[in-house]
């Protein structure tokens, strides 16, 4: 069974657009477990634009999936938020204050020194950690080279593809990176872009144990109610 990660940060976007108490994010764990949600992700940006502290604070005291996963930057602030929270999963990832949302995958290959420390600081305190990264070979091997438990491929360029012939190339760099990752010891997660109409294929790599996915069934669940977009989601990608 592959594990789904419920992403709720567009819960606390729309929170955010007017200053105010609802929706809460808190909440929306609540709705996406009972959906059948394996874990709950969130990331806190240094820039606070959706999920604040005090959101992670809170879901770390009432979630009850078997994870929670804390997407962050490799920032000395947000780091020491984690190793006080200790969420279940850290996922290392690029920030940039200019971008809608997170544009590619960590270099930490380029930035292996400022990549290697978060990651032991986390291990540290009984955090596993996983990188969030392209399917570059050069940089799977840094993460295994730093320890991580795992990789978070990024899935962007497939589920951007601009026709049916770049996604089948995207996806046999998917394919190729998710054997590496598996040969080399770690778990293989993927993320971003991904819907209901994109992700059987993902999600038929044979090595994937996790994928995390929010903007999509936050849209559906506008229509349906997130427990059951959530159910919806987890029947897809748990297709024979």
Known sequence: MIELGV??????????????YEPDPVWAAAAAELGGADGITVHLREDRRHICDRDVRILRQTVKAPKL????????????????????????????????TTEGGLDVVGGYDKVADAVKRLQAKGIAVSLF????????????KMGAEAVELHTGAYANAAS?????????KLIRSGRQIAELGMKLHAGHGLTYHNVRSVA????MAELNIGHSIIARALFVGLTSAVAEMKKIINEE
């Not at 992403?7 to 105010?20: E, G, L, S």
């Not at 006080?84 to 204050?97: I, M």
């Not at 038929?204 to 090595?207: G, H, K, T």
Request: charged share 35%; net charge negative; hydrophobic share 40%.
């Open 7 to 20: 992403n709720i940060d567009h819960v606390a976007t729309v929170r955010q657009a007017r200053k105010t």
């Open 69 to 100: 996963n804390l997407e962050m930057a490799c920032s000395s602030e947000i780091i020491g938020i984690a190793e006080e929270v200790v969420p279940d999963q850290a996922t290392l990832v690029p920030e940039k204050r200019q971008e809608v």
């Open 133 to 144: 990264l392209d399917p570059d070979p050069a940089q799977i091997d840094a993460a295994k």
């Open 164 to 172: 049916a012939e770049f996604r089948r190339a995207e996806l046999e």
């Open 204 to 207: 038929r790599i044979p090595e």
